[in-house]
């Protein structure tokens, strides 16, 4: 998913001056004001020796800091595409701050021009932007042919059809000008069976590979809430739409729910596959509205399954209403 923030005039002249000359060893990158901002560029020493290695150690460890997020734009190749695009975001950092940059990675390639990166990357220590961290880093990828962005995510994208077994596409839906989120096509049909009440239950999780919202495959049809809760994961995040059909003081309802669960237990993945999650659950909900009418009439958000019970659910549908007692006049002194 992509945040609402677009790359400023200063950030592209720099980069177009990144791309102009080989003096540049890269340029550092961060948010403010809503926008993409350049920090400065790295000028490479005038010595034609110097080394990729080298000129890690030598310009860009010392701006990188323990709590301080910040987007790195690397010459990492001798051919086009030339650069590396880094997004760290250290564990310490401020938690807006992780999430903002989370959102914002894909953006800031796509607006300078995915043409230009071969490689991107998430890292979260400093220990990951070494001399070392980018030679183990070589080493995972020493298999895969060298890609641009567009083909990398093309490529994701469909090794997690297969994996998943859907066999279909993914739709990005523009929430906004510069909002758009990829959601299988499985998904967003589902999505629209149960605004047709062809269904009454939809789970959505998210493809941490393509940075997609797919289907949890899942052809039951709880009656109750109890019934719903043990199909529900307790220990992945879920986005659930339920239609909840019940009685309620002699008449029918039939309403549709919204649960965001997100286990604690799930604390231990990587810092970028939790954040996705908060990150997408507006977008989630705006999606389910937008593509198939779906508006919930409560929406919970919980961490554990546990936590979610029948009487919480109706009372929050049905909350009681207090009669309002008449005002008593009081007495006139004397009488």
């Given at each position: ?293 779906l508006q919930p009439d409560k929406k919970f958000e919980v961490e554990d399954v546990s936590e979610i019970t029948e009487k919480d659910v109706l009372e929050e549908l049905h909350p009681k209403t207090e009669a309002k007692k008449a005002f008593s ?7």
């Amino acid at each position: 998913m992509q945040s609402g923030i677009s790359a400023s005039q200063e950030l592209v002249a720099q980069f177009n001056d990144l791309l102009a000359s080989d003096a540049h060893f890269g340029l550092l990158v961060t948010i403010a004001s809503e926008q993409l901002r350049p920090l400065q560029l790295l000028t490479a020493p005038a010595a034609a020796s110097a080394s990729f290695e080298s000129n890690v150690e030598s310009l860009l460890q010392p701006h990188i800091k323990p709590n301080d997020a910040l987007y790195i734009i690397l010459r990492r190749y001798p051919s086009a595409p030339a650069l590396v695009a880094v997004t760290y975001v250290p564990d310490t950092a401020p938690v807006r701050q992780k999430m903002l940059f989370a959102a914002t990675r894909l953006t800031l390639v796509r607006e300078l021009g995915s043409e230009h990166f071969r490689d991107t990357f998430f890292a979260t220590t400093a220990e990951e932007l070494s001399p070392a961290g980018f030679k183990k880093h070589d080493a995972h990828s020493a298999l895969e042919a060298p890609l641009t962005e567009e083909e990398r995510s093309l490529g994701e994208v469909r090794r997690a059809e297969m994996e998943a077994g859907m066999g279909t596409g993914t739709h990005e839906i523009h929430l906004s000008k510069n909002l758009a989120t990829p959601v299988a096509e499985d998904a967003l049909q589902a999505l629209r069976d149960l605004g047709a009440d062809k269904r009454s239950l939809v789970m959505l999780k998210i493809n941490p590979e393509s940075e997609s919202v797919v289907l949890v495959p899942d052809d039951s049809a709880p009656a109750s809430i109890p019934a719903l809760l043990q199909t529900i994961s307790p220990t992945e995040p879920r986005f659930t739409f339920y239609r909840f059909a019940h009685t309620h003081d002699g008449s029918e309802f039939n309403s549709l729910l919204f649960f965001y669960t997100c286990p604690s237990t799930f604390s231990t993945k990587a810092i970028k596959f939790r954040m996705m999650y908060p990150l997408m659950k507006r977008a989630v909900v705006t999606i389910a509205e937008k593509e198939a009418g779906l508006q919930p009439d409560k929406k919970f958000e919980v961490e554990d399954v546990s936590e979610i019970t029948e009487k919480d659910v109706l009372e929050e549908l049905h909350p009681k209403t207090e009669a309002k007692k008449a005002f008593s006049r009081p007495k006139r002194p004397g009488r």
